[in-house]
């Protein structure tokens, strides 16, 4: 059985994704484990900088480089994958848990007969084994789930591995694949309006709630959010409401996120939304309510209403993140 | 237009989840079961495509237990035309077994499309839609907010990095639902009473390995207490000042 490491590391625009780093990180520390190599495969066009990922352990890097995969497709990725795990044998598949590693890491699982793991916040060495950590029910529990095939896949969660140092040059290689038949083929990108950060891979995150009263007063959301140079999500009750769009909602019909810090303003505290934001390194709630539960797993609580108290933490951040 | 919906029995998202005396799955006990939301979505989805092809018929399957019947006659009521139930023990395959199963399960069961959540919400792995595309041999377009059908191709949206893709897909294919491709309907008296003569086929599931083994559920850990802050401009100050020097989280 091989030891071996394959990271799929994704770009965009040929540049590494940071997902990349730290999916190299926890593809070194189970290549150390193991006493095998980690090979990343770099899938991209006009790829530049792949050798950066040596600086957090991998050894060598295959460039697949070409128009057909400038941009996510699905059979592309997994063509690449499948040429990449055909050389180098892998014992663990180590894909992002971003929409391109969750739609086409289970379909190299199956092309490989392998076992697939979703979502993986942890991944272990143990007895020789590989053993995944990964959410279950929106983050309600957690699940320590062992691999039993030759070949794993698992999608690792995005900003759950913090990218360490663990140098050396890696051999950049390209790996020639032709492009396969476009059985799904794009017809057009709606950019969206306004630059925005990707709720699941932002480090910091300002969510609102019913307490905020009115769709009108999300602007004391977007203005702290500003401030902190955060994304904006919300609950599942102002969504259905209609106040905001799906893809803001966190929760366990939502987005599941895990950033460093979390605001809840005006958000009582569902089981449906904590399973979403219970991972979070450092929660901040602001309610009116004093009882409400998301004072329970709050580390810092305000007791006030949102559309004082957001405004107030707005000055105060611009002015104190400036120093 | 015959749609295949792949649906799984799940545990009321409203559940408070405790750990079962195996230490390794959930504890049954008090747990409301339901269809999983996505997969209600995608039960939606079926019939408003195949009533606008004016023909055709939905097919439910599950791989579960027994008890599924339930969530399989709700997808009846609102409108699907037969059901299959690959009767397996609770939690007995993972998404890899599942979805052999599945694909396996559908052989002899005619389709243009395939539809399902894009995850269940007790696993929450996403990876049952894109296991049984591959094994079928069909294209797959996960998290899709949007479906049109024309001739032997689909239009879809779906949601990538921040963008709205529109991808033309090959059909035969399967499509996983995001929230917002459909809203999925109440079933009526009439369409409850309907679905108890519907056909619904069981199966045994012969009991495949699978690839991994869940040996252990835990909660989440607990939290320290919350620090309570006044909600004052030296409130928000204190507050920013931790947040950055004792929690560096800023």
């Known amino acids: ?323 | 237009m015959d749609v295949v919906v792949l649906v799984k029995r799940v545990p009321d998202t409203e559940t408070k989840v405790r750990v079962a005396a195996d230490g390794k799955s959930v504890d049954p006990s008090g747990v409301q079961w339901i269809m999983a939301p996505y997969d209600e979505i995608a039960v939606e989805k079926a019939l408003q495509l195949r009533d606008a092809a004016g023909g055709g018929a939905v097919t439910v399957v599950s791989a579960g237990p027994a008890e599924t019947s339930k969530e399989l006659r709700t997808a009846l009521a609102m409108g699907a035309d037969k059901a299959l139930l690959l009767v397996a023990p609770q939690g007995a395959g993972d998404a890899a077994a599942t979805a052999k199963a599945l694909a396996d399960g559908l052989k002899g069961v005619p389709f243009d499309l395939v539809l399902c959540g894009k995850q269940a919400t007790d696993d929450d792995d996403a990876a049952v839609g894109p296991m049984v595309a591959a094994h079928l041999g069909v294209p797959c377009v996960a998290f899709v907010t949007s479906i049109e059908v024309a001739g032997r191709t689909a239009t879809v949206k779906r949601e990538i990095d921040g963008e709205v893709e529109v991808l033309e897909v090959d059909l035969p294919a399967v499509l996983t639902a995001q929230k917002g491709l459909a809203e999925p309907r109440l079933p009526g008296l009439k369409g409850i009473m309907a679905a108890k003569k519907k056909p619904l086929e069981e199966r045994p599931l012969a009991a495949a390995p699978s690839p991994t083994e869940t040996r252990a559920l835990s909660l989440p850990p607990g939290r320290a207490a919350c620090v309570k802050v006044p909600a004052t401009a030296e409130g928000a100050r204190q507050l920013l000042k931790a947040l950055r020097e004792e929690r560096g989280v800023l």
């Not at chain 1, 279950?136 to 957690?142: E, N, P, Q, T």
């Open chain 1, 1 to 323: 059985m091989s030891h071996d490491v394959l990271l799929v590391a994704e770009t965009r625009d040929g540049q590494l994704k940071k997902g990349a780093f730290e999916g190299a990180t926890a593809a070194r520390r189970v290549a150390d484990a193991l006493g095998g190599k980690v090979t990343a495969v770099v899938v991209g066009h006009g790829v530049t900088g792949a050798d950066a990922l040596g600086r957090c352990g991998v050894d060598r890097v295959l460039v697949v480089d070409g128009p057909a995969f400038a941009r996510y497709a699905g059979d592309a990725l997994a063509a690449a994958v499948l040429a990449a795990a055909a050389k180098v044998s892998p014992r663990l598949v180590l894909f992002s848990a971003t929409v391109a590693g969750k739609e086409t890491g289970p379909a190299v699982a199956a092309r490989l007969s392998a076992a697939c793991v979703a979502d993986a916040t942890g991944l272990a060495v143990e007895g020789g084994e590989l053993v995944a950590t990964k959410p279950r029910l929106g983050g309600k529990a957690f699940a320590k789930v062992a691999v039993k095939a030759p070949v794993a896949v698992v999608s690792l969660r995005q900003n759950v591995v913090t990218p360490a140092d663990a140098p050396r040059t890696a051999a950049v290689e390209r790996l020639d694949v032709a492009a396969p038949a476009s059985r799904v083929r794009l017809q057009q990108v709606v950019a969206p309006t306004a630059k925005e950060i990707e709720l699941t891979e932002a480090d910091v995150i300002v969510s609102g709630g019913r307490g905020l009263q009115a769709p009108e007063n999300w602007k004391v959301v977007l203005d702290l959010a500003d401030a902190l140079g955060a994304a904006h999500g919300a609950s599942r009750a102002v969504v259905d409401a209609g106040w905001r769009p799906h893809k803001e909602q966190v929760g366990q019909t939502g987005k599941t996120v895990s950033p460093k810090l979390y605001v809840a303003a005006g958000i009582s505290g569902a089981i449906q939304h904590l399973a979403g934001m219970s991972g979070s390194k450092v929660i901040v709630a602001v309610n009116k309510d004093p009882d409400a539960p998301i004072f329970q797993v709050a580390d810092y609580g305000i007791v006030g209403d949102a559309m004082v108290v957001l405004p107030l933490l707005a000055t105060e951040a611009r002015s104190y993140l400036k120093r």
